[in-house]
């Protein structure tokens, strides 16, 4: 009897709530990434479950197989609140999973899971154990609720006070979560005041021109630390976060390029920085470089663009401003209730304190309200470049292209968008930014991602390097 009811659980809960579940998440498995805030439901889905499988075994004298059903019908225990207690434990165990491993695609399934449960509960086993246990049946379904809720009104007030709840818990979760950011990580420079709204910045080595870094749009003044430091040695780095990124405070409600050149410019100012520099641009912080030579070409000695996006890519980026304003802003809205954090969309994980940090940087409601800001300033920042100065034919430029995709796009976006046709678009423009310059050079790097700065660190840095010695 035992061995049957051992063979039942394996081949029906264990294969649908752990089996299954496992192999679609696999690759997150293999990874380790797992939020351990999922054991709460994980833990409890389990418990319930065990419970069970030993009322089953043991008052009903028989197994969770259909093919080997109890021969009484279990009223004690999880059997006293919910006709089908074993049912919800494993909806608990798959949801589990999903927050766990942060996956749509298990949440996905267990919804298919617990649909197919409701029907087949409906349509088969209480029929069956209507037809089987007869009176004794039915005085048991009229005491105890199907699920858990005994009417309809009580799944509605439930239901009401869940969807009250979850905001309210969402929005205490993101507090106490960027609170604790903020002791675990204090900014590592200064706070630097640019008119009401303070910009964080880092500053080492010694001497000139300054180099300063433009960071990528999740990145912060913290990023390319092994080209920053290797600079270092020749020359004074700078690098800053940007309004509403890393440790700087949150930026306007709308985000055009011009502004944030402004904004770089006061920086400057009151940092009290040596014009002119060199500006070594990533990604996003491409526009900002671009603009900020064109509007202020005195403070600008050269620019190095790394895999950098320009006015020449806006178009790229713009090409559907709606679903790029409603997607970026959609996301902004959703990580005030923290579930940015939770479903971790870059793929960071929390197993180091680098990882911890970055997440920190990442996900905090400054930066997605940023995202949101810059999105719903494309059009704006594209009518800026076109009133904006040319930029200077003599300005010496380095321009380097990543020779791969890879993390140009959040993996989950990449659903949506082509990463490899767009970065194919961008390393086009790569090459015309180049030409405009009469002192333009491109080049592309060698088995490099998006982020060169942390693939090929010395192909950045050497690219600096020679730019310095072309100047001085």
């Known amino acids: 009897m035992f061995t049957r009811a051992l063979l039942a659980f394996i081949a029906l809960p264990g294969l649908v709530a752990f089996v299954a579940p496992l192999l679609i998440a696999w690759p997150d498995v293999q990874d380790g990434s797992f939020r351990w805030i999922a054991l709460v439901p994980l833990l409890t889905g389990v418990f319930l479950l065990l419970w069970c499988v030993r009322d089953v075994y043991v008052t009903g004298k028989g197994t969770l197989a259909p093919w080997d059903p109890p021969r009484r019908l279990v009223v004690a225990g999880p059997y006293h609140v919910s006709r089908n207690p074993m049912y919800i434990a494993v909806s608990l165990v798959l949801v589990g999973w999903a927050i766990g491993f942060r996956s749509w695609v298990l949440l996905l399934y267990a919804v298919t899971v617990m649909v197919a449960f409701h029907l087949r509960v409906v349509f088969s086993e209480e029929p069956w154990l209507a037809r089987t246990h007869k009176d004794e049946w039915k005085r048991y379904a009229a005491r105890v609720p199907r699920w858990v809720f005994p009417s309809r009104k009580a799944l509605r007030l439930a239901c009401l006070s869940v ?58 003044a913290l990023s390319s630390p092994a080209v920053r430091e290797r600079v270092a040695t020749r020359t ?89 304003t409603a997607a970026a802003c959609t996301a902004s809205t959703l990580a005030h209730f923290g579930l940015v954090r939770l479903l971790d969309p870059l793929n960071i994980g929390e197993d180091s304190e680098d990882a911890r940090r970055a997440a920190a940087i990442a996900y905090n409601t400054r930066a997605w309200g940023q995202t949101c800001a810059m999105a719903r300033g494309l059009s704006a920042s594209q009518q800026e ?17 990543a020779s791969s995709a890879t993390d140009l796009l959040p993996s989950r976006l990449e659903r949506f968008v082509s990463a490899e046709t767009l970065s194919a678009g961008m390393r086009g423009t790569h090459q015309q930014l180049a030409k405009r310059s009469t002192r333009g050079t491109w080049q592309m790097v060698p088995a490099s991602t998006h982020l060169i700065g942390n693939s090929q660190p010395d192909a950045v840095a050497d690219a600096v390097l020679q730019l310095l010695d072309d100047i001085r």
């Open 236 to 324: 004074r780095v700078c690098s800053y976060d940007r309004p509403g990124t890393g440790w700087s405070d949150a930026g306007q409600g709308v985000a055009s390029v011009a502004s944030l050149a402004r904004d770089l410019a006061v920086l400057q100012d009151r940092a009290k920085l040596r014009a002119p520099f060199v500006i070594v641009a990533a990604s996003i912080g491409g526009l900002t470089a671009e603009m900020f030579a064109r509007e202020f070409p005195e403070r600008v000695a050269g620019l190095v663009f790394v895999d950098a996006a320009s006015s020449l890519s806006l178009p790229l980026l713009a090409s559907r401003p709606g679903t790029v």
């Open 385 to 401: 470049f076109d009133r904006a100065p040319p930029l200077p034919d003599d300005i010496p430029l380095i321009v380097l292209s």
């Open 163 to 220: 969807a009250l709840a979850l905001p309210v818990a969402g929005l205490i979760y993101e507090a106490y979560a960027d609170a604790r950011d903020a002791r675990e990580f204090p900014p590592p420079g200064i706070l630097v005041d640019v008119g009401g709204r303070r910009l964080h910045l880092i500053c080492i080595g010694e001497g000139e021109p300054i180099v300063l870094f433009e960071s990528s749009g999740w990145g912060s």
